[in-house]
């Protein structure tokens, strides 16, 4: 799964990077421990005067249905299993019309050794940023008034998968999903506009080329062993993601 990642580029960066503009100004701190429910850019495509147009929005990591009562299930949508996303009422909607790319420099995972868990940082590289596959969905607070700004929630999630592709045996791929049974998947930018085209019909279709996709990829990626201060949310800056080994 992805739980906790990395992301702590400028937004002029992003925008430059992922040919995005924005629609209103957004602060993006950078951040080196990013946990669910906090605040985090993604990239989407909408129609404008029937052009579509990518920009850069802040999201809370953690979709909330727009059919949800209250923000608190956001806390348990922050990854959406790509074999079927295509089945639950909470990712079906928005799999088909809400897609988004999730930008990142890299994310942890842990592994037990022993009595204790050794965090990871995965990362490409060559030091070039991470788009996840994610969806992204509105959601309005019923306590508030139509004229209230605060009243839209706009929420997250990553795509995740659990195995290698059929075909795909070995790879990088293969060593995350023994790392943890849940791997976020990464996009190249071919796949990215594809998923991100808000006039693509098939999302059936787009699951599977993001699944391909992320084998490939990964094969760019390093895995290295950091410390474990990165457990501690409270713990946020550069030296979290400092190897103390390698494993890849």
Known sequence: MCGRYVMARAVGDLLSQFDAELEEEVVVPPSWNVAPTADVPILLE??????????????????VPSWAKDT???????NARSESVLEKPAFRKATRTRRCAVPADGYYEWKGEGRSKQPYYVHPKDGTPVVFAGLYEWWQDPSKGEDDPE???LSTSILTTDSPPEGYAGG???????LHDRVPLPMDRATMEKWLDPQAQDAAELVGIVRVNAHDVAEGW???????AVGNVRNDSPELIEPVGSLF
């Open 151 to 153: 009243r839209w929630l």
């Open 72 to 78: 608190g299930i956001g806390s348990k949508m922050i």
């Open 172 to 178: 990088m791929l293969a060593e995350l999903t023994a």
């Open 46 to 63: 909408r129609l404008v005067d029937g052009s579509p147009v990518r920009q850069l929005h802040i999201a809370r990591w953690g979709l």
């Open 222 to 228: 390093r895995i290295d062993a950091v410390s474990k």
